[in-house]
């Protein structure tokens, strides 16, 4: 038996819809939350009660959305914020869930996620690219390189999309995403969509605040004309070092901001860290900024290790680590 249901569309104007079931772990869930806003949308937005964020995060740890959406255009996704703003029903929205840990007991409300094609568009005019905010950063990457762009090579092995990207200015390599940015497209929580220039979207180091209240539908990149075979041998030497210095289990990336004094992997290294475990929650052995999901981890050994790493390193060496990984959700349903 699937652990979420796709809620059908049979309800019809006027109806009180009848609560709809998923069913998790053997219970059953009634959602007539997702069961009234199915039947506002575009027959192609998948609306999904009781689902596994675990399976939507790269940690791979967490327990479900009350409700997931994924809107099959703009239309929808104003629909299921005006929705929702009228209920007061919260909302959150997920990328590819590549810095984010989800706790146990998971997500109140809805949950939206840009995954339709609608949203993950990229197109070159000139020096100019134009990408939707579902689009993968790999996919941007590649295509300016097509191009013959350079200057977005460093997105290559950023495992997220543009959204992801403009809430958390995420960077690698001395470059970041407002860093190349030329201007912006966003829905306000009212559910009005509008276009801005990047100098006026104020961000700092690995977050634009902005974005806690508006969505990002689209970012328009500048590169500078380059050589395709020049950014090709830069994405690989990127890929290559990402290779050397990170692990291939399970993670959400960085666990910590990079404090100003020094950055957090190598203190954590310093610290004798790298290897502690609890449960299925490890600090990674190859680098010591990742926490990793050796299998099987539950969202409270992760963060019980996020804990036990910031208390030796307030203690040993007074630095307070504050996490890069948004940490979302409920300890317990
Ligand atoms: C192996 C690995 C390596 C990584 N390397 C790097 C790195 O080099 N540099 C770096 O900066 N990060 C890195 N990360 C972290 C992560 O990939 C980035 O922060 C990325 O930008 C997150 O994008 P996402 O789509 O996965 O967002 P999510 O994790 O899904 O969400 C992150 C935040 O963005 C918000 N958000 C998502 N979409 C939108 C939207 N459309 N509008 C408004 N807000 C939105 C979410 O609500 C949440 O607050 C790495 C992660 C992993 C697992």
């Known amino acids: 038996m699937t652990a979420t249901a796709t809620i059908r569309s049979e309800t019809r104007p006027g109806e009180v819809p ?13 959602s007539p939350l997702a069961a009234l806003l199915k ?24 327990g479900p959305a009350d409700v997931y959406v994924e809107p099959a255009g703009e239309t929808d996704l104003a629909e299921v914020l005006r929705f929702c703003r009228d209920r007061a029903v919260p909302v959150r929205i997920l990328g590819r869930g590549s810095n984010l840990l989800v706790r146990d007991g998971g997500v109140r409300g809805v949950v939206v996620c840009l995954a339709a094609l609608a949203f993950a568009q990229v197109e070159v005019q000139g020096p100019l690219l134009r990408a939707g905010a579902g689009a993968r950063l ?24 543009v959204g992801g990207a403009l809430r958390m200015n995420a960077g690698a390599h001395q470059a970041w995403t407002f860093g190349v940015l030329e201007r912006v497209r966003w829905m306000t929580p009212e559910g009005e969509a509008e276009e801005k220039p990047a100098s006026a979207v104020p961000a700092e180091y690995r977050s634009c605040p902005a974005f806690r209240t508006n969505l990002a539908l689209a970012a328009v990149f500048r590169g500078q004309p380059g050589d395709e075979a020049a950014i090709q041998a830069r994405m690989e030497a990127f890929r290559r070092q990402r290779q ?7 993670s959400a990336g960085c666990i ?3 404090p100003a004094t020094i950055p ?7 610290l004798g860290l790298k290897g502690t475990r609890i449960g299925g929650a490890q600090v ?40 890069e990984v948004e940490i979302v959700g409920e300890d317990s349903v």
């Open 39 to 62: 039947p506002r949308l575009s027959a192609a937005a998948v609306v999904l009660a009781c689902e596994p964020l675990a399976r939507r995060t790269t940690l791979k740890v967490g």
């Open 18 to 30: 009848a609560p709809v079931a998923a069913t998790a772990g053997g219970a059953t869930v009634f």
């Open 256 to 258: 910590f901001k990079n």
């Open 244 to 250: 050397e210095t990170q692990p291939r289990e399970a």
């Open 138 to 161: 790999k996919q941007v990457a590649a295509e300016a390189r097509r191009h013959a762009l350079t200057g977005l090579e460093f997105l290559e092995g950023i495992p997220g999309s």
């Open 284 to 323: 990674s052995t190859v680098h010591g900024n990742f926490i990793v999901n050796t299998g099987g981890a539950t969202a409270a050994e992760v963060l019980e290790l996020i804990e036990w790493v910031r208390v030796e390193a307030r203690a040993k060496r007074a630095v307070e680590l504050e996490t």
């Open 264 to 270: 957090a992997g190598r203190l954590i290294d310093e």
